[in-house]
């Protein structure tokens, strides 16, 4: 689908580049004089607008062809933005901005370039649409504070197009930074539209390596000298069945807990971000099977039933 609709985007480019080349040349058209003659008497004694704005045919063809110039330009910047946004990280995170951008001064473009071909002044448009948008502005201070936040997360660089942060208690990846809001995806596929100026406290967990930890407990009567000392041999070959998943070799902290069946030790092993539930649950199968190998045990909650003398 997606190269279908990039196939389309592309004839959509080239057709405007033709129109654009033939309207603005007339003569290379195969028109003949009397046509000319005919539009022409056309433009002059059926005018489109018999009150003060008087509007040609010339002008509304003019006017095509600007609104299809603007379109031809917006979807040029866009299909380079996109190819610099492939990089990833912070260049698809700018790109992803200065499109969104594009946008709306594609429409002020065209709004403005088709009002002056029209006859229409221009300037006065754009004096009174600035004390209009003056007197928007004071009731429109939270969607001004999303643009700014949204610039300052962009230049500060606080985070980019696929890192994962932690907003309150919403965990997940960053899929898309506007000019008014950030969208994060969760592992489950959920989806959270933020407004850029919401965001505050929020971690990002993918500057520096995460660490995974896992706790097991060993029996009370397990000797912890010979187990530490197997612990320094077993620990690294772990790293080299799952070079893909640790980043280091799995360590071995000590003695978190003295709980109330057992003793827990503490493991960790460096891994990203991306990976950090995962490499927890397969630290704590590879020790679980290490265990049952060197017969380690390791303890677990258990009921006793005394059945009373009849």
């Known amino acids: 689908m997606k190269k279908k609709n990039s196939a389309k985007t592309y004839v959509g480019i080239v057709l405007v580049a033709i129109l654009a080349l033939l309207l603005a040349n007339p003569g290379w058209l195969p028109i003949s004089d009397s046509l000319k003659t005919a539009v022409a008497e056309t433009e002059k004694n059926h005018l489109l607008f018999q009150n003060d ?5 010339a002008q509304l063809i003019t006017l095509v062809l600007a609104l299809a110039l603007v379109w031809l330009i917006y979807q040029v910047l866009k299909l380079i933005l996109q190819a610099v946004g492939k990089r990833g990280g912070r260049a698809q995170t700018v790109t992803n901005l200065i499109s969104g951008l594009m946008k709306y001064v594609a429409v002020i473009a065209a709004v403005v370039w088709g009002l002056s071909i029209l006859g229409v002044n221009a300037t006065a448009v754009l004096a009174g649409v600035g004390i209009v948008g003056l007197i928007l502005g004071f009731g429109a201070q939270s969607l001004i504070e999303d643009i700014i936040t949204g610039a300052f997360i962009i230049f500060e660089n606080q985070y ?18 506007g000019v008014r809001t950030t969208v994060i995806e969760d592992a489950g596929g959920n989806l959270k539209v933020v407004n850029n100026s919401d965001i505050r406290n929020f971690q990002n967990r993918s500057r520096n390596n995460s660490v995974a930890l896992c706790l097991v ?38 003695v978190d807990a003295l709980a109330d069946s057992g003793v ?18 397969m ?16 303890p677990f909650p258990q009921v006793v039933v005394h059945q009373a003398d009849k």
């Open 264 to 281: 827990n030790l503490k493991f960790a092993v460096d891994v990203t971000e991306q990976n950090v539930f995962g490499a927890q649950r």
């Open 53 to 57: 704005l008087h509007t040609t045919l």
């Open 283 to 298: 630290l704590a199968r590879d020790l679980k099977i290490l265990f049952d190998e060197k017969g380690v045990e390791i």
């Open 160 to 177: 980019s197009v696929g890192d994962i942060i932690i907003l309150d208690d919403f965990r997940g990846t960053v899929r898309s930074i």
């Open 217 to 254: 407990s060993v029996a009370y009567s397990t000797d912890l000298r010979k187990l530490e000392a197997l612990l320094k041999e077993a620990l690294p070959k772990l790293k080299e069945e799952h070079p893909d998943l640790y980043l280091t070799a799995p360590r071995y902290l000590g």
